[in-house]
């Protein structure tokens, strides 16, 4: 049987791919639990310094497996589906945006549901020019879940949010592009290639500096701007002891590209 989720490193990027392509992706506890143990790893290993996310075959992700969340259960029967956010689609969301790697959702192809949300709650977003992107929430009777409340209205706005949740609708790639869901678009033909050498490049970034990006935006939604601007002196003061800081300044006087090594010391 196949691994629910496929895990390598390249180039210092963890390559984190869904693996149920028969079924677009669609998440599971085989997926939830294959993307622990990949974080489980991405956290604790100092030589991976960013996240490909991305999908096998035609989708990146459907969202929850209705099909096999309802195996011998009567569809009508009540259920607490709080209870399975609790456990297993909150902590991945929580755990990616704290992450102090950055991530880079790659969006391959079909992306509905809680499959959108868990792209969201990447760092850049990017997809290939065949994906598309539904809130398909509502046609089941329930709402945005995975972060999509959160996320949605802070990328496109409120009027744009309102309406890809209610009306359900499934939009193109170039739509998400235009309404600032996705970052870029890349042909089909190279995309994969294209997302590698993005999470590559990041890589080679000064890590601790996007970590603290990363506090930084995170930060910004629930602070007023004097707040935030104490965070920033903060955090600047921090990076300014970096060994990456330091090696960014003698590389610019010596005319030169930088070698950060992402390490506080």
Same mark, same amino acid.
């Given at each position: 049987m196949a691994e629910a989720v496929l895990?390598?490193?390249k180039e210092a990027v963890a390559i984190v791919t869904l693996n149920r392509p028969e079924r677009l992706n669609a998440l599971n506890g085989d997926i939830h639990a294959g993307l622990r143990a990949a974080f489980d790893k991405i956290e604790t290993d100092e030589a991976i310094r960013a996240v490909l996310l991305t999908g096998a075959g035609r989708g990146f992700?459907?969202?929850? %497996? !209705?099909?096999q969340s309802l195996s011998g259960v009567n569809a009508a029967e009540k259920r607490d589906l709080g209870a399975a956010l609790d456990k297993e689609y909150n902590p991945l969301v929580r755990r990616m945006r704290a992450l102090p790697k950055p991530i880079v959702s790659a969006v391959n192809g079909v992306a509905a549901g809680a499959g959108v949300n868990l792209a969201l709650a990447g760092d850049i977003i990017i997809a290939a020019q065949s994906a598309n992107f539904t809130q398909a929430f509502i046609r089941i009777g329930l709402i945005p879940d995975a972060g999509g409340t959160y996320f949605l209205p802070r990328l496109?706005? %409120?009027? #744009? @949010? #309102? @309406?890809l949740a209610m009306l359900g609708e499934t939009i /193109?790639?170039?739509?998400?592009?235009?309404?600032? !869901?996705?970052? #870029? !678009?890349? +042909? +089909?033909?190279?995309f994969h290639e294209e997302a590698l050498k993005i999470a590559a490049g990041l890589a080679q970034k000064p890590t601790l500096a996007l970590a603290a990006m990363k506090r930084a935006f995170a930060a910004s939604a629930g602070n007023g701007l004097d707040e935030q601007l104490d965070l920033e002196r903060d955090l600047q003061r921090d990076m300014?002891? /970096?060994p990456d800081f330091a090696e960014g300044v003698t590389a610019f006087v010596e005319k030169r590209a930088a070698r950060f090594t992402g390490k506080a010391g």
């Open positions: 895990f390598e490193v992700c459907a969202g929850a %497996d !209705l099909m496109i706005g %409120d009027a #744009r @949010a #309102r @309406a /193109t790639a170039e739509q998400a592009l235009a309404f600032g !869901l996705v970052y #870029r !678009l890349f +042909d +089909d033909a190279v300014g002891y /970096t």
